[in-house]
């Protein structure tokens, strides 16, 4: 697909299919890089979005046990 660049302002600008939008899952932010002198323009994916997922998944495995004691002895010390 080929497009022209718009002016915005002092930059210019590209449009983006709304059906390239829709099959890239782009939302109001993307991040975009320089590679190889070609733009990469990717979804900017939420921290910790697939975490209920991945716990599942330990749970599953048993994977998903306490690594530091519940008796808060790690803080005794601490003044609150």
Known sequence: MRS????IGNSK?????SSIIKEC???NEV???????K?????VKQPR???DKSFGYMHQNNE???LI???NDFDKDWEW
Do not use: C, T, Y
């Open 39 to 43: 733009l990469i323009v990717e979804a």
């Open 25 to 27: 899952e782009l939302e």
């Open 4 to 7: 022209n660049l718009i002016k």
């Open 49 to 51: 979005s697939d975490w």
């Open 31 to 37: 991040e975009i890089k320089v590679v190889n002198k």
């Open 13 to 17: 600008g590209i449009r983006i299919a």
């Open 64 to 66: 998903d046990e306490l």
């Open 69 to 71: 004691k519940d008796s």
